[in-house]
């Protein structure tokens, strides 16, 4: 008979946070099924002068990752940005029923580029990484009454670009292109569970 052998530990998982109020993000990462918690950053979100939309994403994002990480350095930390590329003019968060109109009226019979950038960052252990998952979105030549009746059933002022995929807004798309289904929603998962197995957080 053989004798019985001890399973050696499981290697130790630092503590994850995501650097983010969303709940977007919130809910894209308790997919992962890895404790975490949420720790709102202290970044100025406004761009720079001529700042690319794919540029301020990155930056955003370190930024986020960045400043929480200060708070917590034995942690890794995820931060994470969206700004939705129009002919190189970045589209933030409407805000209001008015800026959103104005969004998709924009954006109708478009290609817009939504920039969702990530990035990980371990004060403690000097690791630093970031990415971008860049979602090409084709919008229909949408009418005025159905970007009002879009916006009045889901109201996503607090989206990049006036839209949630994920809910009713796929019905104002023609096509979307990526290599990561849940970037578009605003976290790249795919990207993140790299990213996180990398700084020493065990997903599986």
Same mark, same amino acid.
């Given at each position: 008979m053989t004798p019985a052998r001890d399973t050696p530990p499981p290697p130790a998982s630092r503590a994850l946070i995501l650097g983010s109020t969303s709940r977007y993000r919130h809910e894209l990462l308790s997919r992962l099924r890895v404790p975490?918690?949420?720790?709102?950053?202290?970044?100025d979100e406004t761009p720079q002068t001529g700042e690319r939309p794919a540029d301020l994403a990155l930056r955003l994002a370190l930024a986020?990752?960045? +400043? @929480?990480?200060?708070?917590?350095?034995? /942690?890794?930390? *995820?931060?994470? +940005?969206?700004?939705?590329?129009?002919?190189?003019?970045? %589209?933030g968060k409407p805000g209001t029923h008015e800026r959103a109109v104005a969004q998709l009226r924009r954006m109708r019979g478009q290609t817009v580029v939504f920039?969702?950038?990530l990035a @990980?960052?371990?004060?403690?252990?000097?690791?630093?990484?970031? $990415? *971008?998952?860049?979602?090409?979105?084709?919008f229909?030549?949408?009418? +005025?009454?159905?970007?009002?009746?879009?916006?009045r059933a889901e109201q996503p002022y607090d989206c990049a670009g006036s839209?949630?995929?994920?809910?009713?807004? *796929?019905? %104002?798309?023609?096509?979307?292109?990526? $290599?990561?289904?849940? /970037?578009?929603?605003?976290?790249?998962?795919?990207?993140?569970?790299?990213?996180i197995r990398a700084a020493g957080v065990k997903v599986l």
């Open positions: 975490f918690q949420a720790v709102a950053p202290d970044v986020k990752a960045r +400043d @929480v990480a200060r708070r917590h350095p034995q /942690a890794v930390v *995820i931060g994470s +940005d969206q700004v939705a590329d129009l002919q190189g003019e970045p %589209l920039q969702t950038a @990980v960052v371990c004060e403690a252990t000097g690791f630093e990484q970031s $990415d *971008i998952a860049a979602v090409r979105v084709v229909r030549d949408l009418d +005025d009454d159905e970007i009002e009746h879009y916006l839209a949630k995929s994920e809910g009713l807004g *796929i019905a %104002l798309l023609e096509r979307i292109d990526n $290599d990561d289904p849940t /970037a578009l929603v605003g976290l790249p998962l795919i990207r993140t569970c790299h990213m």
